[in-house]
């Protein structure tokens, strides 16, 4: 999955490029429109378009019967659950080709969100914080021998400004720290297997075109987190922080659900406006 996610990964940087010299939000609805109208002509290709169609002319059929024989509740009744049978068949003959076309959906969907869903964490001073939680808290879950043998490398730029508390049995462990330098940083976080690096943008003078909060272990969780490698190997589950959800400008949302949602609507929107011209059934 890490190779896939590379792969995709420097197949948008390409893409992206161009587009986000207009702006961000340009970037977003235009690779959003131009997948739903990819995702429609794939659906083409891959469904029964006839078996569509003529499901859909059945149920106008019924739905025809029911008006024109309304005062015979025998009739009503029979094409009624005729109507509902077609409907079953309408549903199944479109959830078939849907399924393979959510992992193409997951992969862009992904992409636009750690670009554009998150901004860089906030530089912060050791002095500036009165309360605990007001930095930023690294947290690392993983088995109990991992948890048991943690360390946390923080790079120069990144400060502690509290110990390393490790739960072990609850396979748990959380550092607070201050990103004092903007910049993109590495964390060292080492285990008895090994170790791993976990990628933390700071400020707006941070140059990083994807960043994502975690780092997961899953190669399912990694379709959804593709912005660095998984964790498979180090006895680790996860790796995650918080950045601030970013600002999408003049689109009405925010943060990675207002991507999603950019993302779902413009697709829609874009493959509706180009449903009858490439004659697709759905």
């Known amino acids: 999955m890490d190779a896939i996610n590379r792969a995709v990964t420097a197949l948008f940087d390409v893409i992206l490029t161009p587009l986000e010299a207009v702006s961000e939000e340009f970037a977003l609805l235009f ?162 297997s090994g170790e791993t690096i976990k990628t933390i943008a700071v400020g707006a003078e941070a140059d990083v075109r994807a960043m994502q909060d975690r780092r997961v272990a899953s190669a399912f969780e990694a379709v959804l987190w593709p912005a660095e490698d998984t964790l498979a190997g180090t006895g680790l589950t996860v790796i995650r922080f918080r950045y601030p959800e970013s600002d999408l400008g003049w689109l009405p949302l925010s943060g990675p659900f207002g991507v999603l949602v950019a993302f779902v609507l413009a697709s829609m929107v874009v493959g509706f406006i180009f449903l009858k011209p490439l004659g697709v059934q759905i």
């Open 31 to 192: 690779v959003s429109g131009v997948f739903g109208v990819l995702a429609l002509w794939i659906f083409k290709h891959i469904s029964w378009q006839k078996g569509i169609k003529a499901a859909k002319d059945r149920i106008k059929g019924h739905l025809i019967e029911i008006r024109l024989y309304q005062d015979d509740l025998g009739i009503v009744a029979k094409s009624i659950g005729k109507v509902l049978l077609r409907n079953f068949q309408y549903l199944g003959l479109n959830f078939g080709p849907f399924v393979p076309l959510a992992i193409p959906f997951a992969l862009v969907a992904a992409q636009m969100v750690v670009r554009y869903g998150f901004e860089p964490a906030p530089v912060q001073h050791p002095t500036e914080l009165s309360l605990a939680g007001e930095g930023q808290t690294l947290i690392v879950e993983g088995d109990e021998a991992s948890i048991a043998g943690l360390e946390i490398v923080l790079p120069e730029g990144l400060t502690a400004v509290s110990p390393l508390a490790r739960i072990p049995r609850a396979g748990h462990a959380a550092l607070e720290f201050v990103a004092e330098k903007p910049g993109v940083h590495e964390v060292v976080v080492r285990t008895p």
